[in-house]
């Protein structure tokens, strides 16, 4: 009665990987529990976590082919847009889809955008998110996820699909992005590590407070329906400034590195894996996450099923 914050199901999204090279399900081995998926298992997944009441998936697709101009992140074809396709076939409204807007992903290089000799250039790169986002809703899509830490990626994704008859879907902006080191296992998961330098020309400085305002300010302006924190544990102070401050829809992101410390401090014996998440998560929704993307909704669910029983 006297507790004042309350985890649900319904805070949560939880991440997909989808690979277009594999035929069946692989776990990521630095994020036990963590699969990719090839598209044609997808249902079996997204049945399960209807089952588990997790209301929202953020899909990530991992294409079997690179190249310098993320050419595989847009087509009908490509592995985002047929895994949409299907989940969205089958599942309709019983699962909210989310799908992550970037290139890295799309790469050979392993940068969020476009690339000349060593440098990310952030403007012609707008271009090809607005299409990326484009081609995600036409495939059912409800909501896109800007993640690269473009200027100005909000507005010009908000437009391109305003320019489709869109105006419906909605985005989610990865706002208050930091270069963390904490993204290392999706690197892994998402087979995004980059061949040269690192993402501090487009990602947040840590030591940074004003900026990431200013750049959840923007965003907010630019028409983002959802603000998100990333990563959350090393960053409450931002999620409670951003929450306070502006009092929208606010998003925290409980990254890879986040989700696999506890897993592998669990393994040695070290904490007790399952109360250690659970109070992890409980502080991100304290701090003022409305929405809480994490690793962790499936053993979320099933634990506080098994407490309620
Ligand atoms: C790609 C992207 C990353 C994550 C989400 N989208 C990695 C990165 O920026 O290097 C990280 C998620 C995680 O670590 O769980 N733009
Ligand atoms: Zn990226």
């Not at 997808?42 to 953020?58: F, K, Q, R, Y």
């Not at 060593?118 to 059912?140: C, F, K, M, W, Y």
């Not at 008859?165 to 087979?191: C, E, H, N, T, V």
């Not at 986040?258 to 669990?266: D, F, I, W």
């Amino acid at each position: 009665m006297l507790a004042e914050t309350e985890l649900n199901i319904s805070d949560f999204v939880y991440p997909l990987f989808v690979d277009e090279s594999i035929q069946s399900p692989v776990e990521v081995p630095s994020m036990p529990g963590v699969h990719r998926f090839p598209v044609d298992s997808l249902i079996g997944e997204v049945s399960d976590l209807c089952e588990l009441g997790i209301p929202a998936v953020i899909l990530f697709g991992i294409p079997s082919q690179k190249d310098g101009t993320g050419a595989h992140a847009w087509g009908h074809g490509d592995v985002v847009q047929r895994a949409v396709r299907k989940v969205k076939h089958e599942f309709d409204d019983e699962i909210y889809v989310i799908t992550d807007v970037c290139l890295c992903e799309y790469m050979d290089h392993g940068h969020c955008g476009i690339v000349e000799g060593e440098q990310v250039l952030n403007d012609p790169t707008l271009e090809l998110l607005g299409r990326i986002a484009v081609s995600h809703v036409e495939a059912g899509s409800d909501m896109v996820a800007p993640s690269g830490m473009m200027d100005g990626m909000v507005r010009a994704i908000r437009s391109s699909l305003d320019g489709e008859g869109y105006s419906d879907a909605g985005i989610m902006s990865y706002a208050a992005k930091y270069a963390s080191s904490l993204y290392g296992p999706f690197r892994d998961a998402a087979d995004s590590g980059y061949a040269f330098g690192d993402r501090s020309s487009y990602q947040m400085n840590p030591a940074n407070v004003d900026e990431a305002l200013r750049e959840v300010e923007l965003d907010i302006g630019e028409g983002a329906d959802i603000v998100m924190v990333k990563p959350a544990l090393t960053y409450l102070d931002m999620l409670y400034r951003v929450k306070e401050r502006f009092r929208v829809p606010t998003a925290a992101y409980h990254v890879s590195g986040e989700y696999s410390m506890v897993k592998a401090a669990e393994r040695l014996g070290w904490i007790d894996g399952e109360r250690v998440m659970h109070e992890v998560l409980l502080s991100i929704k304290r701090a003022g996450a409305d929405i809480i993307i994490s690793y962790a909704a499936k053993e979320f669910s099933k634990l506080s099923r098994e407490e309620s029983v």
